[in-house]
């Protein structure tokens, strides 16, 4: 009997710790896009498409997995952010700060990424086919693996051609 109710409780015990983390990553992302403000905040997995984000702070911010296809985040803070495997098709991130950023197996495909930062980025296994990255800054970036078919890399710094 003792055992039946400790094993019960041992299998319910990260259902419950679980359940909250959702409901707190919806507030999250509602005061994202109320304040555009979200330093170190966990919103891996969110569900941000096309969402205007532009001039946002998510600096150190968990973005792990997050769908921002077409969000606008022209400008945004997302030094040291984690976007592995975030879905960014289509994104503006024009001038947007990706300093250090973990953009690991991240799809870009298509997003306009003119003048961003990405100064050491990792960029490792990335897909940037038919991104805009003119005058972006990829010094030391990690770019092994990284998909570049079709595009636009003119003015775009730390590529070799």
Same mark, same amino acid.
């Given at each position: 009997? +003792?055992? #039946? #109710?400790?094993? #019960?409780?041992?299998?319910?015990?990260?259902?419950m710790?679980?359940?909250?983390?959702?409901?707190?990553?919806?507030?999250?992302? @509602?005061?994202?896009?109320? #304040? +555009?403000?979200?330093?170190?905040?966990?919103?891996?997995? *969110?569900?941000?498409r096309?969402?205007?984000?532009?001039?946002? =702070?998510?600096?150190?911010?968990?973005? $792990?997995?997050?769908? %921002? $296809?077409?969000?606008?985040l022209?400008? *945004?803070?997302?030094?040291?952010?984690? %976007?592995?495997?975030?879905?960014? =098709? @289509?994104?503006?991130?024009?001038?947007?700060?990706? @300093?250090? *950023?973990?953009?690991?197996?991240?799809?870009?495909?298509?997003?306009?990424?003119?003048?961003? =930062?990405? $100064?050491?980025a990792d960029? $490792?296994?990335?897909?940037?086919?038919?991104? =805009? %990255?003119?005058?972006?800054?990829?010094?030391? *970036?990690?770019?092994?693996?990284a998909?570049?078919?079709?595009?636009?890399?003119?003015?775009?710094?730390?590529?070799?051609?």
């Amino acid at each position: 009997m +003792k055992l #039946t #109710t400790l094993l #019960t409780a041992a299998i319910s015990m990260p259902i419950m710790l679980a359940a909250p983390a959702g409901a707190e990553n919806s507030a999250l992302v @509602r005061r994202l896009l109320e #304040t +555009k403000e979200c330093v170190g905040c966990d919103l891996s997995g *969110a569900k941000l498409r096309g969402a205007d984000l532009r001039e946002a =702070n998510l600096q150190r911010a968990n973005l $792990r997995g997050a769908d %921002l $296809r077409g969000a606008k985040l022209g400008g *945004a803070n997302l030094y040291v952010a984690d %976007l592995e495997c975030a879905r960014l =098709n @289509r994104a503006e991130l024009g001038g947007a700060v990706l @300093r250090f *950023a973990n953009l690991r197996n991240a799809k870009l495909e298509s997003a306009d990424l003119n003048g961003a =930062n990405l $100064r050491f980025a990792d960029l $490792r296994g990335a897909n940037l086919e038919k991104a =805009n %990255l003119s005058d972006a800054d990829l010094m030391m *970036a990690e770019l092994d693996f990284a998909k570049f078919k079709g595009a636009i890399v003119q003015g775009a710094m730390g590529l070799s051609h």
